[in-house]
């Protein structure tokens, strides 16, 4: 029982402890913070605020004290738990805030958050923008040194350590009455001192009691402050007018920040600093904006009224401004120092005048403002500049074009002449016409005439023909080959690089065909030449369309005709050889005895003679099932598309006019089959081989071309069953089988399935259906390797209710007629 007791003796002497301010505990080595209560460590975190210290320095004051790391880590999760879950916001060193500030201290502008927060006044207003959402705070940098000069007063915190021989080391507050109470030492009256001041007479005080060493330099004495004192504020004529809390370091700047400045309609240059009923001095704002210059940002003092008065003489400035905007002006201020206050004109400005739309009493006037008055003019209240642009147009300005080095604008200089610019353009190219120029002149009416003048005379300095330039002059000087056509020749055919070319003088036949690469291998040596005929009239027996010149020369070019000369539009056109082609290739693949690629022997070869070449069937060949691949070339491709396309467009208008709209998957038309046709490059030839083989040079005996394919398939016995019956599956062949029974093997016929329109498609690609006549059917025979096909039934479209309202008023109408005429 005895342990027990001591037990909760020493749990209860514990929790007393917890409970008192732990900064103000000089040893908490023993301090456990998983023992403290929640109730605990929110009153801790209560005195926290109190005192007005973050958890930074509360850390240093835990571990100099003997806290350890992971204890004060400890504390701090809770005290952050407990800052998460209440409404209360614990302060740190990122709220920017100087200990002892409440609430509604330093700069928190309350329900305005700077984030979203959007302009108080009109953003033209000069000035508006050191209030708004990204504008500078103004908050007092609190983080400095502490300032010898700052003058102490009640609530103020020092910090006092001795060190060296003597230690000593407290947080001495400043009374209501100015003094502190250093322990074994007495009082010491600070109020009214500067920190410096303050420290010479603790030094002095404490130097003379038991602190001695501090007279001897035993020990030193270290004065900073901890903790500043707050002191209230009015502002008056604030976008939040009020009485504020706020540092002792913040100045008038950070005090109009805190009140949002002035409204629309206060003064951002007469603003007035209140102290002890007296205008203590005047801010203009206008100092800081245009010039940088803080001096009216002073320090202010507990009791202090900021006082924003209503503007008397505000001007807007719109136009060529750099700055535009409203601007408020103090007496004796001219139209140059608002100008100033907007940074001046743009570079595009019109200078010499600006507009002045004025105010009367009754009103208004429009003014203008010559250059000469901007230092004199004194702006009234509600007055509007205008600055316009100056305009898009040259005073001095002359251009020269066409066949001179440099042609471009030039500056036009008194008594400048056409030859002193063409000479200004470095002179004349070789190709300049000099008999004469031109030059577009601006008449007074601005309508445009034309000034000729001999080019080559006014170069010689005639002075009838150098003409004296005027603005916006532009001279023109032709060029010799912009006065003549420009011909072309052709050449067609096998030559190497075909098309037009330019005609030049000399031009020979030789010559063009150099410039186009030269013949091709299947040049042949006779070439044509047609030339344009010319006539004076055209007469019913001459119908040329051109004249033809034959002529034979040799591929190096060495025959005397190869220099006949070529006049302009003439045509060129080198035949081909007769019978030049090039070897072209077929391929056999599948079952036979030598498959691969062959070349054609002769235009005429056929399949029987590719298949006789390629060692003939295989075994296990299916020569029913054969088939030739023929590859289509770009313009059968393209014909293909076109067929498909109108195929699918007219199986559209069929479906609409019956009715009928085809499943998909089955319509031959549908979007597949064009999708199909553009990428299948190729047409499937069915062959009936065996009938080849028996009789070489039929009619089914395909003449091949270039690119064939002879495919040769081995001999399957299966039936494929696809389409709308029950079970799509492969059956194997039986030759007593028919259609039907094929059909029945896969499960029969579904529900959809259109039965009479069932087909069959072969192993060669052959396709064929059932035949009807009267009540019988007629299914086609059924062969190795074949698919049958059942097709399912069209879906019949459905009569709207609209139509079948249509259709109901026209037979009751025709009814009605039919019975008016039975009347009569």
Do not use: C
Not at 272 to 293: A, C, F, H, M, P
Not at 671 to 696: A, C, F, G, H
Not at 768 to 797: C, D, N, Q, W
Request: no cysteine; charged share 25%.
């Amino acid at each position: 029982m005895k342990v027990l007791f001591f037990v909760f003796l020493i749990l209860a002497g514990t929790q007393k402890i917890n409970a008192q301010d732990l900064l103000k505990i000089k040893d908490l080595s023993t301090i456990k913070v998983d023992q403290m209560s929640d109730a605990d460590v929110a009153k801790f975190k209560s005195q926290l605020n109190s005192s007005g210290q973050t958890m930074d320095q509360a850390e240093k004051v835990a571990l100099s004290k003997g806290m350890s790391q992971v204890e004060f880590d400890k504390l701090r999760k809770r005290v952050n738990a407990t800052s998460n879950s209440s409404t209360g916001k614990l302060k740190t060193d990122k709220d920017n805030k100087k200990p002892g500030t409440s609430d509604k201290d330093s700069l928190d502008v309350g329900p305005y958050d700077r984030e979203t927060a959007k302009p108080l006044i009109d953003p033209l207003i000069f000035g508006s923008e050191l209030y708004t959402s990204t504008a500078p705070s103004f908050e007092p940098n609190l983080k400095l040194a502490t300032p010898m000069n700052y003058i102490l007063g009640p609530e103020d915190q020092l910090s006092i350590a001795v060190y060296g021989v003597q230690e000593f080391s407290e947080d001495l507050v400043v009374s209501p009455e100015g003094f502190i109470s250093i322990p074994n030492v007495g009082q010491v009256k600070v109020a009214g001192l500067t920190i410096e001041a303050a420290t010479q007479k603790i030094k002095t005080v404490m130097g003379n009691s038991v602190y001695s060493y501090l007279k001897t330099g035993g020990a030193k004495l270290s004065v900073t402050l901890s903790k500043i004192r707050t002191i209230r504020v009015t502002i008056i004529g604030s976008n939040r007018p009020g009485d504020f809390n706020i540092s002792s370091l913040a100045t008038v700047f950070n005090a109009l920040y805190l009140g949002g400045g002035p409204t629309p309609f206060g003064s951002f240059r007469e603003i007035e600093l209140v102290r002890n009923s007296k205008v203590e001095r005047k801010i203009d704002l206008y100092k800081l904006l245009t010039q940088g210059d803080q001096s009216d940002n002073i320090g202010l003092k507990d009791g202090d009224i900021i006082r924003i008065p209503a503007y008397k003489t505000r001007v807007e400035l719109q136009g060529q401004i750099k700055r535009p905007g409203i601007f408020e002006v103090l007496p004796g201020e001219t139209f140059s120092t608002v100008l100033n206050f907007a940074s001046g004109f743009t570079d595009t400005a019109y200078r010499s005048t600006v507009k002045v739309f004025q105010r009367s009493e009754t009103e208004r006037m429009l003014h203008d403002l010559p250059a000469a008055e901007y230092d004199k003019y004194q702006p009234r209240t509600g007055d509007l500049f205008v600055a316009n642009k100056i305009l898009n147009r040259f005073q001095n300005r002359v251009t020269i074009t066409g066949a001179v080095s440099r042609p471009d604008v030039y500056e036009l200089s008194p008594g400048l002449h056409v030859a002193d610019l063409i000479r200004r353009a470095d002179g004349l190219k070789e190709d300049a016409y000099i008999t004469r120029g031109q030059i577009i002149r601006l008449q007074d009416d601005l309508s445009r005439s034309i000034v000729g003048f001999d080019i080559k005379k006014s170069l010689a300095g005639d002075p009838t023909e150098n003409i004296l330039l005027q603005r916006e002059d532009e001279v023109l000087i032709s060029s010799v080959n912009d006065l003549r056509d420009s011909f072309k020749v052709s050449i067609q055919g096998e030559i190497r690089m075909p098309g037009d070319y330019d005609y030049v003088a000399k031009l020979t036949l030789k010559d063009l065909i150099l410039q186009a690469g030269g013949f091709k291998d299947a040049a042949y040596k006779n070439i044509e030449i047609a030339r344009l005929v010319k006539r004076d009239s055209i007469t019913v027996s001459d119908n040329r369309a051109s004249a033809i010149i034959h002529v034979e020369i040799d591929a190096n070019l060495s025959s005397s005709s190869s220099n006949i000369p070529l006049e302009p539009f003439d045509v060129i056109t080198v035949h081909r050889q007769a019978g030049y082609t090039l070897p072209e290739s077929v391929v056999v693949t599948g079952e036979a005895q030598y498959p691969g690629p062959y070349v054609l022997s002769s235009r005429s070869e056929r399949v029987s003679d590719i298949l006789k070449r390629a060692g003939g069937l295989t075994p296990s060949a299916y020569p029913e099932g054969a088939y030739l691949k023929r590859f289509k070339t770009d313009n059968e491709k393209q014909k293909s598309l076109e067929v498909a396309r109108k195929l699918q467009k007219t199986t559209k208008e069929n479906q609409t006019t019956d009715g009928l709209v085809a499943p998909v998957n089955n319509n031959p038309a549908d979007s597949s089959t064009v999708e199909n046709e553009i990428k299948r490059d190729y047409d499937q030839i069915p062959l009936d081989l065996l009938s080849i083989m028996r009789t070489p040079g039929s009619v089914e005996d395909i003449i091949l071309r270039s690119k064939d394919e002879l495919y040769i398939p081995k001999f399957d016995g299966q039936i494929r069953v696809s389409g709308a019956v029950l079970l799509a599956t492969q059956v194997p062949y039986q030759e007593q089988n028919s259609l039907k029974d094929y059909i029945n093997e896969a499960g029969g016929f579904a529900g959809n399935a259109w039965r009479k329109k069932a087909y069959i498609v072969y192993a060669n690609g052959k396709a064929a259906t059932t035949k009807h006549f009267l009540f019988f059917k007629m299914y086609p025979k059924v062969l190795p390797g074949s698919e049958l096909v059942v097709p399912e039934l069209p879906i019949k479209r459905t009569a709207s209710t609209a139509e079948v309202v249509g259709l109901a008023s026209a037979i009751a109408s025709l009814a009605g007629v039919v019975i008016a005429l039975l009347r009569l």
